[in-house]
C-alpha cells in the first residue's frame, strides 16, 4: 500500500474531478462504433494517460458495456484495457510516446487472439480485431504526440508532423461524438460544422476544404448512412473559406445555402434534412461561440511568421528610442579614446624643450654625451626633480632652474595623464557593460517574442480593419496571445497622428471583439508612442503613499515614489531615496525612477532596467552619486509579489494579524558596476498589505506600525501611510517615505 502511495505522489496523476470526468466521458468513447465494430478509442486512450485515468477509463467502459449488454460483444476490449492498467501501472513514466503506442498495439493484438481462439471467432473476425489493433497503437501515438505538444507549447500548431497527429486526432473526436445522437441531430456533425466554419473564418479556404474533408471522414468510418450526406462538407468548407473577410452571420448564411444547394443536387430526403438540421445548429454555435479565445489555441507556423517580424520591428524600432541616451554616451565616451597618448620619455622631451635652445648643447652632448645623458636618466626616475638635484647630476650646466622646471611639469604632467588613463578605463569599463547590457535587453525582447507569444492574424486584421474604418492613423499593429493565454493588442502611433484618447481607442476594441479589456497610459518614445490594450486582469491593486520631509522642511524632499503599470499584466511601486537631503538628492532619486519606468515600460526585463540605470548613474558625472531603488512587482494575473532591493530599507507584509519583514543587504544604484539586487517572491493574497519604506523610517517605528495596522481604520491605506509618517517624524530627522498597496480580485 505505502508503495502505490508513493507512486502516486511521485506521478500526480490527477484529481478527483478528472477521475470523475474520465468515468464519465468512458461512457461516450464505450458505445462508439467504427464500421459496426466496437469502437477501440477507449483502449487508445487508456494507453495514452496516467494510470488513474486509465483505471478510471476502464471502470467507466465495463458499467457501459454492463448497462448495454455488449459484455460479450466487448470483451476484447474489456480484456485489452485491463492489459493495458496494468501496463501503465508498471511502465508510465518510463517510456516515450513511440513506446506507449507499441504496447497498447500488443495488448489490443494479444487480447484479440486469446479471446478469438478462447470464444471461437471466425479467423476473418479476428484478423479485422489484429488489424483494429494496429490503429488502436496509431491513436494512441497520435493522442500522446498531441498531448505533449500542447503540454509544451500551450497552443497546438498546424504545420508539420504536429498537424497531422492533431489530424488523426480529430477523426477520433469526431468517431467518438458522431455515436452521440439525441432525436433527429447528431453531435459529431453538429462539432463538425463548428469546426469547419472557424477553420474557414481564420485560414480561409484552405482550412475550411481540409476541415470538412476531416469531418466527412470521421462520420463516414463511423456510419457510411450518416456519412453519405457529409461528404459535401470538404466542398462546402472551400468555398466558404472564399468568404472568411465577412462577418460571422453572413459566413453562416453562406456555408448554410451552400450546403443546401447540394443536397438538393444529392437527393432530398430524411437524411438530408438532418444533416441540414444540424448544419444550422452548428452554424448557430459558430455565431455566437467565442472564436476569439478558442483561436488562441491554434497557430500555423508559416502564417505567425510575418507578425512575428512585424513586432520585433516595431519593438525593437521603439526601445531604440528608449536606449538613445546610452549611445549618446558611447559617442562622449569614444572622443576620449581618440586622444593621444603620451610620451614615456621624459629626458628625451626636457631635452628637446630646453637643451635644444641651449648655447652649450654641443658640450653637454656631443663632448659629454655618456655624463649628460646618465644624469636626465637619472632625473627622469626621480618622483621630485629641483635646482639642487640638478647640481648633483649636471655639475655643468648653466640653465638648471629651467631643467629642474621642466622636469617637474613634465611629472607633474604624466600624473596627471596617469589619473586620466584610470578613469579612462573606467569608462571602457562602462562602456562595454553598457553595449553587453543593450545586447542582452534586445536578445531578451527576441526571446520573449519568439517563445511567449501566439500570434493571431485575423484578429490582428480585424483591428486594423476597424482602426482603418474609424480613421484612426496607425503605424502598426499586432495582436497576440501570451502564454498564459492573455489576449494583448499593441498598437503603434506617430505623435502628430495620435489624436484619440486611449480609452476611447479601448472602448472600440472591446465592443469588437467583445471582450473586457483594459489600458493604462500611453507610452512616448521619440516621434512614436505605444498603447497596450490586454484582457481584463484577474486581480487590480490599490496603492497609496505619503511623505514627509526631514528635520529641514526648507528643502525638497530626497526621496521620490511612482507606481505604475507596464501594459503586460504587472504593476510596479517604486521608491528611490537619493544620497542626502536636499535638491540634489531630489534630482538622484527622480532621475533613478524615471529611467527605469521609462525602460520597463519600453518592455526591457527589469533585472536588465536596473543594469541600465546603475550604469547610467555611474557615468554621468565624476562626483559620488547614488540612490537606493526599492522595487515591488506585483502580477496581476497570478498575484505573486516580487520584491527587489537595492540598498534599500525593510519592506513589512501584514497578513491577517501577523506583519512579516522582509530585508537583505544590497549596494545602492550608483556605486559598484556590477550591481546584483536582492530579490524573493512570495503570494500576495486578498487583504494582504504590502507597506513599503524609505529609510527614514527607523526599525524602532515597527511596533508603531504594527499598531496603525491593526488599528481601526486599517482598511483605508491613505490613513495607514499619513499616520505612520507622523510617527516617524517623532524619531527621524531624514526624509520619510511611506507606500502601501493591496490586492483585489477584479
Known amino acids: 500500500m505505502s508503495k502505490i502511495q508513493a507512486v502516486l505522489r511521485k506521478h500526480q496523476y490527477g484529481s478527483v474531478t478528472g477521475i470523475v470526468v474520465a ?139 504536429s498537424g497531422c497527429a492533431l489530424a488523426v486526432v480529430y477523426i477520433l473526436i469526431i468517431i467518438t461524438t458522431s455515436s452521440l445522437s439525441l432525436s433527429i441531430i447528431n453531435i459529431g456533425r453538429i462539432f463538425g460544422t463548428f469546426v469547419v466554419l472557424s477553420a474557414a473564418k481564420r485560414y480561409k479556404h484552405i482550412g475550411g476544404s481540409i476541415c470538412g474533408i476531416l469531418t466527412s471522414t470521421g462520420v463516414m468510418i463511423y456510419s457510411k448512412d450518416l456519412g453519405a450526406t457529409s461528404v459535401l462538407l470538404g466542398v462546402t468548407g472551400l468555398v466558404t473559406g472564399f468568404f472568411s473577410e465577412f462577418g460571422k452571420l453572413t459566413i453562416a448564411f453562406f456555408f448554410i445555402s451552400i450546403n443546401a444547394v447540394g443536397l438538393m443536387i444529392i437527393g432530398i430526403n430524411e437524411a438530408a434534412f438532418r444533416m441540414e438540421m444540424d448544419i444550422i445548429l452548428g452554424c448557430i454555435i459558430f455565431v455566437y461561440a467565442p472564436t476569439v479565445t478558442l483561436n488562441k489555441f491554434f497557430v500555423r507556423t508559416n502564417e505567425a511568421e510575418e507578425y512575428i517580424a512585424k513586432l520585433v520591428f516595431s519593438r525593437l524600432g521603439f526601445m531604440t528610442n528608449s536606449l538613445m541616451s546610452v549611445r549618446r554616451n558611447a559617442e562622449s565616451i569614444a572622443k576620449m579614446l581618440n586622444k593621444k597618448k603620451v610620451k614615456n620619455d621624459i629626458g628625451n622631451e626636457v631635452c628637446e624643450r630646453i637643451c635644444s635652445r641651449c648655447r652649450n648643447k654641443l658640450i653637454c652632448w656631443d663632448s659629454n654625451y655618456e655624463k649628460t645623458n646618465e644624469g636626465f636618466n637619472r632625473m627622469s626616475t626621480k618622483r621630485k626633480v629641483s635646482i639642487s638635484t640638478v647640481a648633483t647630476e649636471l655639475e655643468n650646466c648653466i640653465n638648471r632652474k629651467g631643467i ?81 493565454d492573455k489576449l494583448v493588442i499593441e498598437i503603434y502611433f506617430e505623435n502628430q497622428y495620435y489624436t484619440h484618447d486611449v480609452n476611447e481607442i479601448c472602448n472600440i476594441v472591446s465592443a469588437e471583439i467583445d471582450k473586457n479589456m483594459e489600458c493604462y497610459e500611453p507610452v512616448h518614445a521619440g516621434n512614436e508612442i505605444k498603447i497596450i490594450i490586454s484582457e481584463e486582469t484577474k486581480y487590480r491593486v490599490s496603492c497609496s503613499y505619503d511623505k514627509s520631509e526631514g528635520i529641514d522642511s526648507s528643502k525638497p524632499s530626497g526621496d521620490s515614489c511612482e507606481f505604475f503599470h507596464d501594459g503586460y499584466g504587472n504593476i510596479y511601486l517604486v521608491i528611490s531615496d537619493g544620497m542626502g537631503t536636499g535638491r540634489l538628492a531630489s534630482i ?128 483605508n491605506l491613505k490613513f495607514i501611510a499619513s499616520e505612520i509618517c507622523k510617527r516617524a517624524q517623532n524619531t527621524s530627522t531624514d526624509d520619510v517615505t511611506v507606500m502601501l498597496a493591496r490586492i483585489h480580485k477584479n
Request: aromatic share 10%; glycine share 4%; hydrophobic share 45%.
Open 23 to 161: 468515468i464519465l466521458f468512458s461512457f461516450v468513447l464505450a458505445n462508439s462504433t467504427v464500421a459496426s465494430f466496437p469502437s477501440p478509442i477507449n483502449v487508445a486512450i487508456a494507453g495514452a494517460v496516467s494510470p488513474i485515468y486509465a483505471i478510471s477509463v476502464f471502470i467507466g467502459s465495463v458499467i457501459t458495456y454492463f448497462m448495454t449488454g455488449k459484455v460479450y460483444l466487448s470483451s476484447i476490449h474489456i480484456f485489452a484495457l485491463l492489459l493495458v492498467v496494468i501496463s501503465r501501472w508498471i511502465f508510465y513514466g518510463k517510456l516515450n510516446s513511440h513506446q506507449s503506442a507499441a504496447i497498447t498495439a500488443i495488448c489490443m493484438a494479444f487480447s484479440s487472439i486469446v479471446l478469438g481462439i478462447a470464444v471461437g471467432y471466425d479467423k476473418s473476425i479476428t484478423a479485422i480485431f489484429l488489424c483494429i489493433s494496429v490503429l488502436t497503437g496509431l491513436g494512441t501515438f497520435f493522442i500522446l504526440e498531441v498531448v505533449e505538444e500542447f503540454k509544451k507549447n500551450r497552443l497546438f500548431l498546424l504545420n508539420g508532423t
Open 404 to 484: 629642474a622646471g621642466e622636469f617637474s611639469l613634465i611629472i607633474r604632467e604624466r600624473f596627471q595623464h596617469k589619473i586620466a588613463d584610470a578613469r579612462l578605463k573606467e569608462i571602457q569599463n562602462l562602456l562595454f557593460e553598457q553595449m553587453q547590457t543593450s545586447e542582452q535587453i534586445i536578445l531578451s525582447s527576441c526571446q520573449r517574442i519568439s517563445e511567449q507569444i501566439n500570434y493571431d492574424n485575423m484578429l490582428t486584421k480585424q483591428i486594423a480593419t476597424l482602426l482603418d474604418r474609424e480613421k484612426i492613423i496607425y503605424n502598426s499593429i499586432v495582436a497576440y496571445f501570451t502564454v498564459a
Open 588 to 715: 538622484e532619486s527622480r532621475m533613478v525612477i524615471n529611467h527605469f519606468k521609462r525602460l520597463i515600460k519600453a518592455g526591457v526585463e527589469y533585472k536588465l532596467a536596473i543594469k541600465m540605470v546603475n550604469s547610467i548613474m555611474l557615468s554621468k558625472s565624476n562626483e559620488e552619486n547614488f540612490a537606493t531603488l526599492d522595487i515591488s512587482k506585483i502580477n496581476l494575473d497570478s498575484g505573486k509579489l516580487k520584491l527587489i532591493k537595492s540598498g534599500a530599507s525593510s519592506t513589512l507584509i501584514k497578513r491577517g494579524d501577523t506583519l512579516t519583514m522582509i530585508n537583505s543587504p544590497s549596494f545602492p544604484i550608483g556605486i559598484v558596476s556590477d550591481v546584483e539586487p536582492f530579490e524573493k517572491e512570495i503570494n500576495f493574497e486578498e487583504d494582504d498589505i504590502l507597506i513599503m519604506l524609505s529609510d527614514g523610517v527607523e526599525e524602532s517605528e515597527y511596533n508603531s506600525i504594527k499598531q496603525v495596522l491593526l488599528s481601526q481604520r486599517r482598511s
